[in-house]
């Protein structure tokens, strides 16, 4: 299975898009490419590249649920500064063995939980 390209949103830590990067995975980074952005903005520019959002803020999920933006797939972030490691290797493994496009993905160091996006 392919990896799918990431888009890093502004609220990821650094160190997550390195270790990522690290891994071999390809992560656009949105506070390096285009701080400042809406979150309107970064799902635009996750569809037009087509990459798969990865960030920390909850607002994506109102936005992708209750108000219908569409985009091929979120992965939502729980986790304290403490399970940096282990939140990385949660997001390694839902790359690594799960099809993310048209899915929303909550990852914890603890659990992943995924629900299908509207419309796929």
Request: charged share 25%; proline share 3%; hydrophobic share 40%.
């Amino acid at each position: 299975m392919d990896r799918p390209v990431l888009l890093a949103d502004e609220n990821i830590h650094a160190g997550i898009v390195d270790r990522l990067r690290e891994s071999g995975i390809k992560v656009i980074s949105v506070r390096e490419t285009m701080g400042g952005s809406s979150d309107r903005e970064v799902l635009q520019k996750a569809t037009s590249i087509p990459a798969i959002l990865i960030t920390e803020d909850s607002d994506f999920g109102e936005l992708v649920f209750a108000h219908g933006i569409q985009t091929i797939g979120v992965i939502y972030l729980r986790y304290s500064w403490s399970e940096l490691d282990a939140v990385v290797q949660a997001i390694q493994t839902v790359l690594s063995t799960r099809d993310v496009f048209g899915r929303f993905f909550t990852i914890t160091p603890q659990k992943i939980r995924e629900r299908r996006l509207p419309g796929c």
